[in-house]
């Protein structure tokens, strides 16, 4: 194993086995490392809980000005030399000096990877002197776990990292969501610490699948009883997504950058928002079904019957089993059709076809117009194929097969229960139509505004006059305007503050955060009232309405559509639930009905404090008149 002070001609950096310039980096290199020119740089790591810096994670590096000033370059120069874990050892003594003179508060966070960790060379006394000379302990270190090299021997590696925790060090899992292993190592080694990859951070307020996935380690975390760090944090996006997930730890050039002498706390602006009340609005998924399933959820075991079997014995296979109306007909593991129940009964019935198919092989009354299906075919797409094609028997059975061969049966009966199931379901989620996120989303969103005790506006949003424009127009039509309110209430909206959810029909849930919500309100009342005129005839735009059927089926002149808006004002403390909420919302927006032509009701309800000019109000605004009355909720 070569010195790390060796002299320079000892190593094996001839000019002969390396280019010029990589020679003499590598010159450079080793003089560097034997004048011990590295100094350590410091990144903090953000409680969120507290607002403190609960630990720094040391990193190296080289001279400034200097090709050698990044780690990347000192490590490829290692790693050129076969001196990794040397250089390694080196980096932590130097870091480990630094912070100690600095005398920082908290943990200190240093990397090493699995082969140096294990290297016998390092094990047997590893950092215990250098620590004591410098009067720390093992507990303020974290050795963090770098580098996700295979693995072969886990419980070799368990007894060593046993070692380590034995001396009073504390563990950490480097990049968790890198590579296949991670997991394992995770259940392994069961640190105290894991960083979620920087993958998974950046751009997490607006990736649904990145926000699900932090979200599930972030659930693993808690059961295994390790703490979450989550590093890489770039904006302010992501880090009031990663504090409304609840994830403790936090780490990133949008909190500080490393530097040699970091300061002792946050900056002022990381604290404001880390105990603001604003909440940000988690990322949903858009999708265009009710999810995926696969067929073999619907597999029913069925013995199949060989198409050289007497129609006979199939008869009597009907007698016995009363409730069986399907047979499948397999040869040597592949499907060739099937036989119903109905159709042998019906043969048999008629004079002298029993005695005349009864012998035959039951392939005679067998239909080959089936439907097979693959046991990885989603449910929608078997759906399609059975409404698509005319076959009627498709609509009872189908066969179900694991590459070509038969596995069992399918109902299609049980299948459409389940697509109704299925789409039920995802509408609570998110509207089919507009892909805006359904009731629960709503509703849980709401219960975080309440349970962060943020004010916010709730916004009911619902078109007057609809049905009449439905039965006029189509309901194609009528999907057209909806789509229009739905991408009219979208522009008004702050996507990062601003909830806007899907509650069915042309019914609408805005959620504000935004303190301009009046603004917005009123804007899109007007873009809804402008972009109308190409939604109706010019006939009926130039009239402001058109003759349509009442309720009684009586012929009236009907209004042009509009919109109604219902707006509560929740301030902290004044409801604790989404159901008081929507109560109360509800109400708005049937005040806002009450009024011609599109139109916000604003309840505005004190329950703290001095009343607003004297007592609450409410009031009532259209693009054409502006109301005032007492508020009858006081």
Not at 46 to 70: C, Q, T, V, W
Request: hydrophobic residues 40%; proline residues 5%; glycine residues 6%.
């Amino acid at each position: 194993m070569p010195n790390l002070l060796m002299p320079l001609e000892h190593h094996d950096i001839s000019s002969g086995s390396a280019p010029s310039d990589m020679h003499t980096q590598l010159t450079e290199f080793v003089e560097t490392i034997s004048a011990r020119r590295l100094h350590g740089v410091f990144q903090p790591i953000l409680d969120m809980h507290s607002g403190k810096y609960f630990a720094f994670e040391g990193l190296i590096r080289g001279p400034r000005n200097s090709s050698l000033h990044s780690p990347q370059a000192l490590f490829d120069c290692a790693r050129q030399l076969n001196m990794t874990c040397q250089f390694e050892h080196l980096c932590r003594e130097i870091v480990m000096a630094d912070y100690a003179r600095l005398k920082l508060s908290g943990k200190l966070f240093i990397n090493a990877s699995i082969p140096c960790l294990t290297d016998i060379n390092f094990r047997q006394d590893g950092d215990l002197p250098h620590l004591q000379a410098l009067g720390m302990t093992p507990g303020q270190i974290v050795i963090e776990i770098t580098e996700n090299h295979l693995v072969s021997d886990f419980s070799a590696l368990h007894d060593i990292l046993a070692d380590y925790r034995s001396f009073g060090f504390d563990l950490a899992m480097d990049d968790l969501g890198e590579g296949f292993s991670n997991l394992r190592m995770w259940s392994e080694v069961r640190p105290e610490f894991v960083k979620i990859d920087r993958h998974f951070i950046t751009g997490i307020a607006d990736d649904p699948l990145k926000f699900q996935l932090v979200r599930a380690m972030h659930q693993i975390a808690e059961t295994c009883g390790s703490q979450l760090i989550a590093e890489g944090i770039e904006t302010e996006a992501e880090f009031t997504t990663i504090r409304d997930l609840g994830i403790r730890f936090a780490q990133g050039y949008f909190i500080a950058r490393p530097v040699a002498k970091p300061l002792a706390a946050p900056i002022v602006s990381i604290n404001q928002l880390r105990t603001s009340a604003r909440i940000i609005v988690f990322p949903q998924h858009e999708t265009n079904n009710a999810g995926y399933a696969p067929i073999r959820q619907l597999l029913r075991s069925m013995d199949p019957i060989s198409p050289d079997i007497e129609n006979d014995e199939v008869y009597a296979r009907f007698e016995r089993e009363p409730k069986l109306l399907s047979l499948p007909v397999v040869k040597n593991g592949k499907p060739l059709g099937m036989i119903n129940r109905y159709t042998v009964i019906d043969h048999f019935a008629r004079p002298y076809r029993r005695e005349l198919f009864g012998k035959k092989p039951c392939q005679t009354l067998m239909n080959d117009a089936i439907l097979i299906v693959e046991h990885t075919d989603s449910v929608q797409e078997v759906a399609r194929r059975i409404s698509s094609n005319e076959q009627d028997t498709f609509l009872d059975y189908f066969i179900i097969v694991r590459d070509g061969r038969y596995l069992g049966m399918g109902s299609g009966r049980e299948l459409m229960n389940m697509i109704t199931n299925m789409q039920m379901k995802a509408a609570r989620y998110a509207n089919p139509l507009t892909q805006l996120p359904g009731n629960v989303p709503i509703n849980e969103h709401m219960e975080r505004l309440l349970a962060n005790n943020t004010p916010f506006v709730a916004c009911y949003a619902d078109l007057d006059a609809f049905k009449p424009y439905n039965d006029t127009y189509g309901f194609r039509r009528g999907d057209d305007v909806i789509l229009m309110l739905a991408q009219t209430l979208g522009e008004v909206v702050d996507g990062r503050e601003d909830f806007l959810g899907h509650i069915g029909g042309d019914d609408f849930m805005l959620l504000f955060q935004s303190t301009d919500w009046e603004a917005r309100c009123q804007r899109a009342m007007a873009l809804f009232d402008s972009r109308l005129a190409y939604l109706v005839e010019p006939e009926h735009w130039a009239a402001k309405g058109f003759t349509a059927e009442n309720r009684r089926s009586e012929k009236v002149f009907m209004p042009l559509t509009a919109l109604s808006l219902g707006c509560l004002v929740a301030n902290p403390g004044s409801y604790h639930s989404h159901h008081e909420v929507a109560a109360g919302v509800t109400e708005a927006k049937h005040q806002a009905k009450k009024t011609l032509g599109s139109s916000m009701f604003v309840e505005r309800r004190t329950t703290h404090g001095a009343p607003d000019d004297g007592g609450n109000r409410l009031r009532l605004v259209s693009n054409n008149r502006s109301i005032t009355a007492l508020d009858h909720y006081a």
